[in-house]
C-alpha cells in the first residue's frame, strides 16, 4: 500500500499563490507518476498536472504558465506552485501516485484550496 500526505491549502485571494505539497510512503511502485487533481463542487475530478520519475510533465492547459509542478531529487514527495490564482481554480486538490505500468493508483485524502476576496 501506498500512503499520501497532504499539505499547503487554504484560501487565498485572486491573483495570490499557494503551494501544495504531498509526500508519499509505503510501497512505492519503482517507475511511478505522482501528480494533482482537483475537483470542484458539481464537477467532475479533473487532472491539473502530473510528473513522472523520469521528470516529464504534463499540465492542464488552464494551469499552463501560472502552475509548476515538481518533485524532490528522492522523488518521493511532489510540490505545485499556484500563482496568479484565479476564483475558478477553487477545488478540493487531490494527490495521486500512480504505477506507469497500471498496476495501481493511489490518492490523498484532499485539501481544499479557496480563491476569493
Known amino acids: 500500500q501506498v500512503q499520501l500526505g497532504e499539505s499547503g491549502g487554504g484560501l487565498v485571494q485572486p491573483g495570490g499563490s499557494l503551494t501544495l505539497s504531498c509526500a508519499a510512503s509505503g510501497s512505492i511502485p519503482g517507475f511511478n507518476g505522482m501528480g494533482w487533481y482537483r475537483q470542484a463542487p458539481g464537477k467532475e475530478r479533473e487532472m491539473v498536472a502530473t510528473i513522472t520519475n523520469g521528470r516529464w510533465t504534463n499540465y492542464e492547459d488552464s494551469v499552463k504558465g501560472r502552475f509548476t509542478i515538481s518533485r524532490e531529487s528522492g522523488w518521493n514527495t511532489v510540490y505545485q506552485q499556484m500563482n496568479s490564482l484565479r476564483p475558478e481554480d477553487t477545488a478540493v486538490y487531490y494527490c495521486?501516485?500512480?504505477?506507469?505500468?497500471?498496476?495501481?493508483?493511489?490518492w490523498g485524502q484532499g485539501t481544499q484550496v479557496t480563491v476569493s476576496s
Open positions: 495521486t501516485l500512480y504505477a506507469l505500468d497500471g498496476s495501481g493508483t493511489y
